[in-house]
């Protein structure tokens, strides 16, 4: 039996169409050639130049096309130079986040050899962990409630037991998953300040309680500011790492950093009901419509579209696309001779793209 699924398509603003239209063809090719999934594709305008042009940012219709769809792509929404008028950045993609309660942001942080990254690696040596970024909470559910007076200013962090029972849960079954798979050694790390914070001492009491859910993983703890220090100096030593809203912002830049930039750093946010998968990076403005931005990390985020689709689904065969697809990226990276510039290559989109596409056509 075929099923079909409807994805939303949030192409936004700078670089989003560009890196949009190859990432689209790739998962038309890959679908065509399976009996078991089918994929439609349905665009939801939104962003910056939307919202310049009348006055919306994310119209209700766009809104209602994530909600019915069975999962949504975005490739990057906000321009520095289109603001609110209390001059803060059009982020819909916050909004999304909230409306559709997508409280568990998932970074996979991976390095394979041949892979560019500012860090010393052995021979043969790779880096995967996940950092799971709790995403409707923590310090950004201040955003736009921040209390300033000329010699103060006052944003409050919120920590629920309810969103944190459901994070840390989300973390051991995607702790557990990539046991499974083989990818990881089952074990939950939890960054927090439990140290200094109550807030964080109540968070870390909560991981501990959902832990004991769990007794065949391992769980652990670390400080914020040792786990930045760990991710550059050791971080094969992590799997999967949880973490509040403000410091999961940082640590997967820090991540994205490690694997060689925002170019082949992927993401998704993922709730009970919906997903929304998109490159960790902006819109890119700087390089907008030169045809040389980096498709990688939104070809990957569709791969971790197909992964949750197919997992949801029970359709081995969208999995199994997903990770040929993954496979696909690291072989052209590892390759090296199809990159873009962000990479040190002199490929463009297109040509990226392509190359991403003709290693899953050559292997079937
Ligand atoms: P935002 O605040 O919207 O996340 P940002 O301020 O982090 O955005 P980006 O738009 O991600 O900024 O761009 C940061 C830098 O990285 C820019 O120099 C940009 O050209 C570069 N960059 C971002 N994405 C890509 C990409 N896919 N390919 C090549 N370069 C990129």
């Known amino acids: 039996m075929v099923q079909s699924f409807e994805i939303a398509v949030f192409e936004g603003d700078g670089i989003g169409p560009e890196i949009t239209a190859p990432t689209l063809r790739i998962l038309e090719a890959m679908a065509k050639s399976q009996q078991d999934y089918q994929l439609a594709f349905t665009q939801a305008p939104a962003g910056a ?46 909004d999304l986040r ?23 690696l052995a021979d043969g040596q790779t880096i995967d962990f996940v950092l799971i970024r709790e995403s409707t909470e923590g310090l950004f559910h201040s955003k736009g409630k921040g209390e300033v007076t000329r010699d103060e200013a006052r944003e409050t962090l919120l920590i629920t037991r309810k969103t944190s029972e459901k994070l840390f849960r989300f973390a051991f079954d995607y702790a557990q998953q990539r046991k499974q798979s083989g990818a990881g050694k089952g074990r939950v790390t939890c960054v927090d300040k439990a140290n200094v914070f109550r807030a964080f001492a109540f968070f870390r009491e909560i991981f501990d309680g959902v832990a004991k859910e769990y007794s065949h993983l391992t769980a652990d703890h670390a400080y914020v500011d040792a786990t930045a220090l760990w991710m550059v100096e050791k971080p094969w030593l992590f799997d999967v790492m949880v973490t509040e809203n403000m410091f999961g912002d940082i640590l997967s830049d820090l991540g994205a950093g490690i694997m060689g930039g925002l170019g082949l750093a992927p993401s998704a946010d993922i709730g009970h009901d919906h997903a929304v998968f998109q490159p960790c990076h902006g819109s890119a403005p700087d390089i907008a419509g030169k045809g040389v931005a980096n498709p990688f990390a939104m070809i990957l985020s569709a791969a971790m579209m197909l992964d949750w689709l197919g997992t949801k689904h029970k359709i081995e065969t969208m999995v199994s696309d997903g990770a040929r697809l993954r496979d696909a990226v690291y072989q052209v990276v590892a390759d090296g001779r199809m990159l873009t510039r962000d990479l040190g290559g002199n490929s463009g989109t297109q040509a990226a793209a392509d190359a991403v596409l003709e290693q899953i056509t050559a292997k079937g």
């Open 98 to 120: 909230i409306e559709l309660d997508l409280f568990a942001g998932v970074r996979p942080v991976r390095v394979v050899p041949g892979q560019p990254t500012p860090l010393k």
């Open 49 to 94: 130049a939307l919202y310049a042009e009348t006055g919306e940012s994310l119209p209700s219709a766009s809104m209602e096309t994530a909600r019915r769809a069975d999962a949504i792509l975005l490739a990057a929404l906000g321009l520095p130079s289109v603001r609110y008028k209390d001059g803060t950045e059009i982020s819909p993609q916050l």
